[in-house]
């Protein structure tokens, strides 16, 4: 319907574009006493979910299979790394416990 009348369109794209500020605005006042990290955390899902959705786009298509192939996959990995390497490190722990014992 914002086609049909000229001019309007504008109008109404600068409102969404309002809207979006206003909604930034008002989460970040929101946010802020539980600390600015969760803010921007906010932001980078909602960025990561734009790219998700124009991942088809052959400017974007690049930037997605970097973001979700690479990057994602590999900060999921981290934690797992981190429990790895202590189970390792408490597995040595005890076996050299048990070493301990047997002289």
Wanted: hydrophobic share 65%; no cysteine.
């Amino acid at each position: 319907p914002a086609r049909m009348v000229p001019g309007v369109l504008p109008l109404v794209l600068l409102l969404i574009l309002a809207a979006l500020g206003a909604a930034a605005w008002g989460l970040w006042v929101l946010l802020t006493p539980h600390g600015n990290v969760l803010f921007i955390l906010g932001l980078a899902t909602l960025g990561a979910l734009a790219i998700y959705a124009n991942s088809e786009k052959p400017f974007v298509k690049p930037v997605a299979v970097a973001l979700f192939d690479v990057i994602l996959p590999a900060l999921l990995a981290l934690p797992l790394v981190l429990v790895a390497w202590l189970q390792i490190a408490a597995g040595r722990w005890w076996l050299s416990l048990g070493r301990a014992k047997r002289l």
